[in-house]
């Protein structure tokens, strides 16, 4: 794969909405392509979640309409109009899912995270590809794992089924975010009205 961060440019903002309990305890999962906390480069990224397939990447300029249906869905404005799917497909053409990227602000420095979901909407690995606050900031592996399998909804926040990260609060709050964009996006873009549309899309295969 042939990509660079140049490609990251224009990555968007987004919060968090949530209600149920949380769990008395977190475990992270044990398989091994769970996650990674280890900072990485696009390429890099990309091949841990989806080794051996073709990833496309597109540029969609997202409509008033799916604007607003993004910022229900995530509970905050000022969600921007551009988004790069990074679509991966197996050998035969199939969709295994779909790879979005995130820049946001924890303090006073950004996080850049790669949320990526199968395409039913569940969480398949996050990863860290840039931290420029302090490194005792960043949360570790086993916090991360809490999202793999998660679906947006309420469970996805601080206030349902993830746990906060003693030390960390903004760090927690703001991979939460971009988690939740990155399947807020992935639900908009992939409803039934808007399938055909994207099918039609010029990618940059890498």
Avoid at 57 to 86: C, M, N, Q, S, W
Avoid at 99 to 126: E, H, N
Avoid at 129 to 149: D, I, K, N, T
Avoid at 186 to 203: A, D, I
């Amino acid at each position: 794969m042939q990509l660079s961060l140049g490609l990251l440019a224009a990555l968007a903002p987004l919060l968090v909405p949530g209600q149920p309990a949380r769990p008395a305890e977190v475990t992270a999962p044990s398989a091994p392509t769970a996650v990674s906390s280890a900072l990485l480069t696009v390429e890099e990224a990309l091949e841990l979640c989806f080794p051996d397939c073709t990833v496309r990447r597109g540029t969609v300029f997202l409509e008033e309409e799916e604007v607003e249906r993004i910022e229900d869905l995530v509970g905050v404005k000022d969600i921007r109009a551009i988004a790069h799917p990074y679509e991966a497909f197996d050998e035969d053409g199939k969709l295994v899912g779909t790879a979005w990227f995130d820049s946001r602000k924890v303090r006073s420095k950004k996080q850049t995270l790669m949320v990526a979901a199968d395409p039913k909407g569940r969480i398949l690995r996050v990863e860290v590809l840039a931290f420029l606050e302090p490194r005792q900031y960043l949360p570790p592996a086993r916090w991360f794992g809490q999202l793999v399998g998660k679906e947006l909804g309420p469970a996805l926040s601080l206030d349902g089924e993830v746990r906060n990260l003693a030390g960390a609060t903004l760090s927690a709050r703001a991979s939460v975010r971009s988690a939740r964009l990155a399947l807020a996006l992935q639900q908009v873009l992939r409803s039934e009205e808007h399938t055909s549309e994207l099918q039609s899309r010029q990618y940059l295969v890498c």
